[in-house]
């Protein structure tokens, strides 16, 4: 099972928007809407944004909003802020019953 | 407060074997599956297998099919992962993590603290 592709960096100024995209397969993203999406501070363990797609649990901001197309997902970030600063990370259900992760997404506030 | 609790750091010499543990608390254990994720350092996140306490129900990643075990004991409400015979290249930080709702194992929402495993000679 290979990793989903995600941009290695992305970057943009405090108050802006910026998107992460997550690209994997028929048997994995465009297969099932069960995409989540992880942010991990440096030394921390992840913390879940975004789970089946495009739903936030409790205490997650608003800023953070999910979304999918055909073999590609998307976070999308809105009103960038300093503490946004972290590595993000989709994952996926597999047609074989297993959990895929995303290569990464190193997001960096201008 | 729910959350999970893992063992401590570990030192370890390549050929030995090892066992990592998970404790959950502040929730019913056997209810919901637990998640291993490797972190290599310096790397990404890696889904090594999950395991339903309820019923010891097992996947395992194919990547790390036969490499590793995972295991849980529902009566002290842990979850293990363990090696027979350690390589340097699993040296990475190990966490744990509980799948975020009854019966699901696609996305987690309680982690641990993580355990870091250093295998060197």
């Known amino acids: ?110 | 407060e729910v959350q999970l609790v893992q063992s401590g750091a570990e030192v370890k010499k390549p050929g030995e074997s090892l066992k990592i543990s998970c404790k959950g608390s502040g929730y019913s254990f056997t209810s919901y599956w637990i998640g291993w994720v490797r972190q290599m350092p310096g790397k990404g996140l890696e889904w090594m297998g999950i395991i339903y306490p309820g019923d010891s129900d097992t996947r395992y990643s194919p990547s790390f099919q036969g490499q590793v075990t995972i295991s849980a004991d529902k009566s002290i409400s842990t979850a293990y992962l363990q090696w027979s015979s350690l390589k340097a290249s699993d040296t990475a930080m190990y966490y744990c993590a509980r799948g975020y709702s009854y019966g699901r194992t696609d996305a987690f929402d309680i982690w641990g603290q993580g355990t870091m495993v250093t295998v060197s000679s």
């Open chain 1, 1 to 110: 099972q290979s990793a989903l592709t995600q941009p290695a960096s992305v970057s943009g100024s405090p108050g802006q928007s910026i998107t992460i995209s997550c690209t994997g397969t028929s048997s994995d993203v465009g297969g099932y809407n069960y995409v989540s999406w992880y942010q991990q501070h440096p030394g921390k363990a992840p913390k879940l944004m975004i789970y089946d797609v495009s739903n936030r649990p409790s205490g997650v901001s608003n800023r953070f909003s999910g979304s999918k197309s055909g073999n590609t997902a998307s976070l999308t970030i809105s009103g960038l802020q300093a503490e946004d600063e972290a590595d993000y990370y989709c994952s996926s259900y597999t047609s074989s019953s297993t959990l895929v992760f995303g290569t990464g997404t190193k997001v960096t506030v201008l």
